[in-house]
């Protein structure tokens, strides 16, 4: 005769009591109820795994936190997966490993990923700069999204409203910062495709702008001005010494005298404050290195060539050179960063090879086999370019409105 199993009520649940030993009570089709000695109750499912045919059990949870009427519903939605070919166990842990994978995979966990890399590979205050832009606008809406599931059209939605406004130069940076952490989410394997790699072709592109620069003819007038400035000799030091060395105003602003190599007329800046974060030497003209002599009273004994105003043990401040400018009366007219730009395009006038000339402006070359010779071999021919430019600032200033001249300089100190 067969065995008859009577099903469990809840007062036979409730009342059950621990033992010394472990015991069970069955409920029928498998369903059990375990009571431990510790008084601990747990609802388990034995059952035949359909590959395997060897007999298993099934954890279904805990009493009370699972009822007699919740352990039995687990039970009938076992037994379906069951009559599927379905392992429930092995379904339930899929399961749980794919929430777990999408709770590691969402585009808040890569996005700070993505920042950790960054502020490695860029100035840590650009990286810091492109998180906030991602704060601002994208994670708001995706953070708690796993990359997976984000797809063109999420992303179209929410830089429509920026583009609307006009900010046209935001949008093509958000596109740019998405997509290289959609990229790192496609090297990490927690997706294969990266669906959003042409989402900026649906934004209008922004209209370029120039750094605000001045024409090659008219450097003798801002030679003029600058000797007639009421500005401080550091200030006017740093100006022409970003005119002389063509450097961006960051790394001119930031020089440390430990950076000069006096004797060979060099300055070697490492890679971690240059903007491409690949170190840089310039060769240091006549001009340049007297430049050096008339700080070496003021800031030689400190580390910074250019010390600040307020708190002289550090740099001067990285838009003094932009102030100082704006109230020269450039405003609009010229920036720091477009001394670099008259530099370039009298040099380029002057018909000089156009590889040396982005050589000394630090560009980069993406060709990285001629970017290895450029380093090795282009560094004789910088200095006899630098030296061109420097002589031809100089008869730019007839020879005495430059720091570097030989007449009296009218200089606040």
């Not at 429509?160 to 290289?180: D, H, Q, S, W, Y």
Request: proline share 6%.
């Amino acid at each position: 005769m067969a065995r008859t199993t009577s099903n469990l009520t809840n007062t036979q649940v409730k009342q059950a009591k621990k033992s010394e030993k472990e015991y069970t009570l069955s409920d029928g089709g498998g369903l059990q109820l375990r009571v431990r000695p510790s008084g601990s109750k747990l609802w388990v499912l034995k059952y035949t795994q359909p590959v395997t045919k060897r007999r298993t059990n099934f954890g279904l949870g805990s009493y009370p936190e699972v009822s007699l009427a919740d352990a039995r519903r687990k039970m009938q939605e076992a037994k379906v997966l069951l009559s599927q070919g379905i392992d429930p166990k092995a379904h339930r842990d899929e399961q749980s490993e794919a929430k777990r994978e999408a709770t590691e995979s969402t585009f808040g966990v890569i996005a700070d990923k993505w920042l950790t890399l960054k502020r490695q590979q860029v100035n840590p205050e650009t990286a810091n700069a492109n998180y906030r832009a991602l704060e601002k606008h994208i994670l708001p809406l995706l953070k708690n999204t796993p990359v997976e599931n984000i797809k063109p059209k999420h992303i179209i939605n929410i830089l429509e409203p920026v583009k609307a406004k006009g900010n046209l130069e935001t949008v093509k940076r958000l596109c740019r910062i998405i997509n290289e952490i959609m990229r790192l989410a496609v090297a990490g394997g927690y997706i294969e495709v990266n669906y959003l790699a042409d989402v900026t072709k649906m934004f209008p592109a922004p209209k370029r702008k120039h750094m605000p620069t001045i024409k090659p003819e008219r450097l003798p007038e801002l030679m003029q001005t600058l000797n007639r400035a009421n500005i401080t000799r550091t200030t006017r030091c740093l100006i022409e010494w970003q005119l002389h060395t063509m450097i961006r105003p960051k790394e001119a602003s930031t020089v440390e005298w430990d950076h000069i190599d006096t004797v060979n007329g060099i300055w070697e800046i490492p890679a971690d404050i240059m903007k491409m974060k690949i170190p840089h030497k310039v060769p240091l003209t006549p001009q340049a290195m007297q430049i050096l002599e008339l700080m070496r009273p003021i800031s030689g004994n400190r580390n910074h060539v250019f010390p600040g105003h307020r708190n002289p043990n550090t740099h001067t401040n990285t838009q003094t050179a932009n102030m100082a400018l704006k109230r020269m009366g450039f405003e609009g007219e010229l920036v720091a960063h477009g001394l670099r730009s008259l530099a370039s395009t009298t040099l380029n006038e002057q018909g000089f090879d156009p590889d040396i000339i982005e050589s000394a402006l630090a560009h980069i070359d993406k060709n990285e086999v001629r970017r290895a010779y450029n380093r090795a071999e282009y560094l004789e021919r910088r200095r006899k370019l630098m030296e061109w430019w420097s002589n031809h600032i100089e008869k730019a200033s007839y020879g005495s409105v430059s720091v570097t001249g030989t007449r009296s300089l009218r200089i606040v100190g």
